[in-house]
């Protein structure tokens, strides 16, 4: 049983959450002559049913579970911290070499989110803290803020290996513990960094050139309603510069919302 579970969660690491069939099958084998089947039962549309959720599906759904249950006990952030570190239903923490928990004012009132951390910040332990962070740092700065005048985190507190992107799966198990930190920090708006962000809290599949200039609503577990505003994530900005000018007017932007708040 051992064996199988280190299996089970060298695929999780990997980024496999969904099985082709409900058996093994090896395709290498040489192709042998069809034998007669034996009839099967065809049932009524109404008596069909999907087929069993896989073990890989299952230990997702149980990590959310525990994962919502486990925020629910946090009272502070450095509770919730604590919690996360503890936390082992998410496979990418056994890659890892930091839990990269959110960091800044406690109190602030714009929450940084970007998607996960990199090589920097696995290594460092902070988020944002390679060259995108200090691509950040001027923006804020150009902005008329400082990184500490700010909350930021990120949807994943672990690297996914190679930086890849994150599966959905590794997304649902980490999402309680980024609610969470929104309740307790409690800001008054949102600056989502990316798609991956803004996918996650905003259940959206639309893109951030679709995303930038307007104000959703991000509705958090109590019920709480946060404004929130999307742009380019800084690593994307890095590849792109030209579109630095985009996030300079996104900015003005939240300058404005947060003025008329």
């Known amino acids: 049983m051992e064996d199988a579970q ?14 082709c069939a409900q058996t093994t099958q090896n395709f290498l084998a040489s192709e042998k002559a069809p034998t007669a089947q034996p009839q099967t039962k065809i049932l009524p549309t109404s008596e069909k049913t999907r087929p069993a ?55 602030a009132e714009i929450m940084i989110i970007g998607e996960a951390p990199g090589a920097d910040e696995d290594r ?32 994943l507190p672990w690297r996914p290996p190679g930086n890849r992107t994150p599966t959905d799966s590794e997304v649902a198990v980490c999402l309680p513990f980024l609610r969470r930190q929104i309740e307790l920090v409690d800001p008054k708006i ?9 996918k996650a809290l905003l259940n959206t599949a639309e893109s951030v050139s679709q995303l930038r ?8 577990q109590n019920g709480k309603v946060y404004p929130s505003l999307t742009s380019y ?29």
């Open 6 to 19: 280190e299996i089970l969660n060298w695929y999780i690491l990997a980024g496999v959450d969904e099985l």
């Open 53 to 107: 959720t896989t073990l890989l599906a299952q230990t997702t759904n149980v990590a959310c579970v525990n994962a919502q249950d486990i925020c629910a006990q946090a009272q502070t952030l450095d509770d919730l911290k604590a919690l996360l570190e503890s936390f082992e239903g998410c496979a990418l923490k056994f890659s890892a070499n930091s839990t990269v928990f959110g960091y800044g004012n406690p109190h």
């Open 124 to 155: 460092i332990g902070e988020p944002f803290v390679g060259r995108s962070g200090h691509l950040l740092d001027k923006i804020l700065q150009a902005a008329g803020y400082n990184r500490e005048d700010c909350y930021i985190t990120n949807v």
């Open 190 to 198: 949102l600056l989502l960094l990316g798609g991956s962000a803004a």
């Open 213 to 220: 200039g307007r104000v959703l609503d991000y509705i958090a």
């Open 233 to 261: 994530h800084p690593a994307y900005l890095l590849r792109t510069p030209a579109q630095k000018g985009k996030v300079w007017i996104d900015m003005l932007r939240l300058n404005r919302k947060l003025a008329e708040m």
